[in-house]
């Protein structure tokens, strides 16, 4: 995924289907200097990451 539609996505109030590693994901916020995103596993939303927004893929 690319910057832009990560940053579309964290924004948007509608949910987006995003894997990350297979799993699903909600995107919090999209880090420009980083080009990473901090995000949650949808089945663990105790578990936040940061990752290469690149890694992140929109089904």
């Known amino acids: 995924m ?9 924004k948007s109030p509608i949910m987006a ?3 990350y590693n297979g799993s699903n994901v909600y995107i ?6 980083k080009m990473a995103a901090s995000i949650h596993l949808l089945n663990d939303p ?3 990451m940061e ?5 992140l893929i929109e089904n």
């Open 17 to 19: 289907d995003v894997t």
């Open 46 to 48: 105790s578990r936040s």
């Open 28 to 33: 919090e916020q999209v880090n420009e200097t």
């Open 51 to 55: 990752v290469p927004v690149d890694s």
């Open 2 to 10: 690319n910057y832009t539609r990560a940053k579309e996505i964290a």
